[in-house]
């Protein structure tokens, strides 16, 4: 994500937990725990994530992927009220 604005990712673990921490644990990640499509599209909608964490012993194959193709379809909101809430989280990030 660093390296390459604009990028996406997935991360995998058997509850999806340490993945996402760690990964958030890297400049310009994002990262989100998506347990449903619900949960997916609101990470991306809301929060402009760039990473979701699975959690492959909590889902089917066909799960995660259904998952997964949410979170890559769905685009950021751009309201303003996200907008203002990554800016915060950029702010917290940088101190």
Request: glycine fraction near 12%; charged fraction near 20%.
């Amino acid at each position: 994500m660093a390296a390459e604005p604009g990028s996406l990712g997935v991360v995998f673990g058997g509850s999806g937990n340490g993945e996402q921490i760690a990964a958030n644990k890297v400049k310009g990640v994002r990262a989100a725990l998506a347990w449903s499509i619900a949960t997916a599209q609101l990470a991306k909608e809301h929060n402009d994530a760039n990473v979701v964490g699975i959690g492959a012993r909590q889902h089917s194959q066909e799960e995660a992927f259904a998952i997964i193709e949410a979170f890559l379809e769905t685009p950021f909101s751009q309201a303003e009220r996200h907008i203002r809430r990554i800016g915060q989280i950029g702010d917290y990030e940088s101190r």
